[in-house]
T-cell receptor, first 114, second 112 residues
């Protein structure tokens, strides 16, 4: 099973709201990722967790707060977002970071910030 | 500077008209090259991993090849359902570093 699930599929929020995106995988992968993707652009890396520890933060604004409660789950907490943060948010996982990394992506959450 | 470039940006084919997509890369320490297919509004779907020059992989109508400077994704006798954006990504760098660079993709449209 090479499935990564993400909830919700769609999210509309105001600039003062607090919401969370969730990601789950049951492939025993120890690395998990958050990406942001704008229309007709490639995915942009935001965060990487390796063995439940934050390994990479690509200078993402603090209004995005990642959390990895366990090896299967990854959350992205959102607060005080801006309209330009509207995008497709993708979660991915891979076996680990120490070898050629085949990443498996979830279906994404379409976020709209009003 | 590490760079991954895909061409063409967009491609329209008639059903059955074979063609190739290109992914050129300039990186230090290639560890792997990956092809993904992405449908609109969905996450990328993994297709192939290539590790070293000369390697080839096939899946249905798709065949991926790798040289020291580029990779090709050959599509033989495409069907309308092959319409999607095809992304390549390159992993580079030594042990302990993480560098994963996506190309900008090729948007493929196959007409019936």
């Amino acid at each position: 099973d090479t499935e990564v699930t993400q909830t919700p599929k769609h999210l509309v929020m105001g600039m003062t709201n607090k919401k969370s995106l969730k990601c789950e995988q049951h492939m025993g992968h120890r690395a998990m990722y958050w990406y942001k993707q704008k229309a007709k652009k490639p995915p942009e890396l935001m965060f990487v967790y390796s063995y439940e520890k934050l390994s990479i933060n690509e200078s993402v604004p603090s209004r995005f707060s990642p959390e990895c409660p366990n090896s299967s789950l990854l959350n992205l907490h959102l607060h005080a977002l801006q309209p330009e943060d509207s995008a497709l948010y993708l979660c991915a996982s891979s076996q680990d970071l120490g070898r050629p990394i085949t990443q498996y992506f979830g279906p994404g959450t379409r976020l709209t910030v009003l | 500077e590490d760079q991954v470039t895909q061409s063409p940006e967009a491609l329209r084919l008639q059903e059955g008209e074979s063609s190739s997509l290109n992914c050129s890369y300039t990186v230090s320490g290639l560890r792997g090259l990956f092809w993904y297919r992405q449908d609109p509004g969905k996450g990328p779907e993994f297709l192939f991993t290539l590790y070293s020059a000369g390697e080839e992989k096939e899946k249905e109508r798709l065949k991926a090849t790798l040289t020291k400077k580029e990779s090709f994704l050959h599509i033989t006798a495409p069907k309308p359902e092959d319409s999607a954006t095809y992304l390549c990504a390159v992993q580079a760098g030594g042990s302990g570093t993480y560098k994963y660079i996506f190309g900008t993709g090729t948007r493929l449209k196959v007409l019936a």
